[in-house]
């Protein structure tokens, strides 16, 4: 049955913020109403859906995100919660003594150990006996690898081989091309695993970042082919980006026609400079724990500027990886030549992404507004390695540190965001991502859940340039995409202290979203995209729909 009737619960919906009910006509919302008009019109066509107080909303969107190695990371160690070198190294033990091949590790972070630095290579060798192993930071920039991996990988001839084990920059990329070489049996699997994870937390599309040094051009093949409309499963929808660089319209048109009609851009990981916790972003002063450094510069002005004036001839989205304030420096510099180049409103018109942009002052933030540049931000990242004791601290010094992901400002700006995870980097968590940008550090960062809900779900289509603009809403006419939530209570949540969140008022007229100061998250009952179920609990499915 094509018609579905949701009814008693919460609607999030611009057009009746006081919503209790749904219906849904195959692959499009027909209306939203209350529970009274439910009533009226319900009949014999219909299959009717108890929502039991649940929350209907649109469907989220990660903005920034790698698929394949996700999927490898939900199917590794998880070392996001070691605490010293010799926790890691015992779950590492662990994990050697329970599977065969390759020991693939994924999240540690040394900034608070006592150790204050990685496992060597040595410590690995004796808690797994001498096995491969690669082990990835929790920023996904540099690792620690094994002497097997190293001796087999070639490492101790490359730039980034530290002599004891830790990997970054060359030696990086290599031990990471090793490491998650897959069969094309693996690599479905690999990636079906983290379709359904992201599913299972309500998302209905994810913003594929793919790149020659994060996987090939046949990996991102094979994970639109198996989240193409017509495919047998249901999965979230691939917005597909390749991450690598051109110089010019026609080396822009050859790649293109390599990698298929599908590719929304070239954009995403082409790094400018790679990430504050392996010290290798580019800053404009030196890091406050290496006095001697200030990262690197992974690429030229001049070559910025032929990115974006190549891609912007083809009304194409061109963007970069760019953290450091050095970095946006480089990437600002180069947009501007691009644009004396092909002028301004070709810029404007290719809808051009910058990723990450942690360090943003205000004249940077004039000059992508002025391009209509959409900035990629992670909230995440605040809220692992935000405030005075945190990474970004440690790392820039506490005054520098209370300006990174100002997304506050960015919207006073007027420069478009998107938010996403970087997953493997932050976990495929909507609302712990919406909370982190309600709670920022930095309290002059601070957006509402309102605002950064939208950032995850409308804001993410548009920054994809989706030809349908209702994706992301849910009102008469819109797409049927849409997650359904478990919530402990609803309200208005706001970022400025001074204004106390408060609870349903219907003079408000303002849609209502899941309290996230409970304790508990969320819990996704159901996820729907056009209308296919991707998604649905054991729970909601045989206790909550009726035939």
């Not at 609607?11 to 529970?35: I, K, N, Q, R």
């Not at 290579?121 to 097997?148: I, K, M, N, P, Q």
């Not at 910058?354 to 959409?374: G, I, K, N, P, R």
């Not at 849409?482 to 106390?500: E, G, S, T």
Request: charged share 20%; net charge negative.
């Amino acid at each position: 049955m094509s018609l579905t009737l949701y009814r008693n619960g919460s609607v999030y919906s611009a057009a009746d913020p006081l919503a209790t009910a749904m219906l849904v006509d195959g692959d499009v919302v027909a209306w939203v109403g209350s529970e009274h008009a439910a009533t009226s019109l319900l009949d014999s066509r219909m299959r009717e859906v108890d929502l039991a107080g649940a929350l209907v909303a649109p469907g989220f969107v990660d903005s920034h995100v790698h698929v394949t190695e996700t999927g490898l990371a939900l199917d590794s160690v998880d070392l996001a919660g070691a605490t010293s070198v010799k926790d890691l190294l015992d779950s590492v033990a662990a994990a050697a003594g329970n599977t065969v091949g390759l020991v693939l590790g994924y999240g540690w972070d040394s900034t608070d150990w006592p150790e204050n630095r990685p496992p060597t290579a040595a410590e690995l060798d004796r808690a797994t006996g001498g096995r491969e192993v690669y082990l990835a930071r929790v920023d996904v920039h540099s690792g620690v690898v094994s002497s097997a991996l190293a001796q087999r990988c070639g490492l101790s001839s490359l730039a980034g081989w530290d002599g004891e084990g830790l990997v970054s920059g060359a030696a990086h990329i290599k031990a990471r091309e090793v490491a998650r070489s897959l069969t094309p049996e693996q690599r479905q699997a690999t990636q079906q695993r983290a379709l359904r994870h992201a599913a299972a937390n309500g998302y209905v599309a994810l913003a594929e970042m793919s790149a020659p040094h994060v996987g090939s051009i046949d990996d991102l093949a094979a994970l639109t082919a198996l989240t193409a409309a017509d495919a047998a499963e249901a999965l979230p929808q691939i917005l597909p980006y390749w991450g690598e660089l051109v110089s010019s319209v026609d080396q822009a048109r050859e790649l293109l026609a390599l990698l298929g009609p599908a590719v929304l851009g070239l954009a995403g990981d082409i790094n400018i400079d790679g990430s504050l916790g392996s010290r290798s972003a580019l800053l404009r002063l030196p890091y406050a724990d290496a006095p001697n450094s200030i990262g690197a510069a992974h690429l030229s002005v001049e070559q910025v500027a032929d990115h974006f004036a190549a891609t912007s001839e083809l009304g194409l989205t061109g963007g970069f990886h760019v953290i450091g304030d050095g970095a946006m420096d480089l990437a600002l510099e180069g947009l501007e030549i691009a644009a004396a180049r092909v002028g301004i409103d070709k810029i404007r018109a290719a809808g051009h992404r910058l990723e990450h942009a942690e360090m943003v002052d205000a004249q940077a933030m004039a000059t992508l507004a002025q391009h209509a540049v959409t900035v990629s931000v992670q909230p995440g990242f605040d809220a692992l390695w935000g405030g005075p004791e945190g990474m970004y601290a440690q790392r820039l010094g506490v005054e520098r540190a209370r300006d990174l992901n100002p997304l506050a400002r960015f919207y006073e700006a007027g420069v478009p965001l998107c938010f996403g995870s970087d997953a493997p980097v932050t976990p495929l968590n909507p609302w712990a991502s919406v909370r982190a940008a309600l709670n920022h550090h930095e309290s002059t960062s601070r957006i509402s859940a309102r605002a950064a809900f939208i950032g995850h779900t409308r804001a993410g289509w548009r920054a994809a340039k989706s030809e349908n603009p209702f994706l992301g809403q849910l009102a008469p006419g819109a797409p049927a995409s849409f997650a359904i939530w478990d919530v402990d209570a609803l309200m208005v949540q706001v970022a400025d202290d001074r204004v106390q969140s408060w609870s349903t008022d219907p003079r408000a007229r303002t849609p209502l979203l899941p309290a996230l100061d409970t304790g508990n998250d969320p819990r996704c009952l159901q996820t729907v995209h056009l209308g296919r179920e991707l998604y649905s609990s054991e729970d909601f499915s045989t206790a909550d729909t009726q035939p």
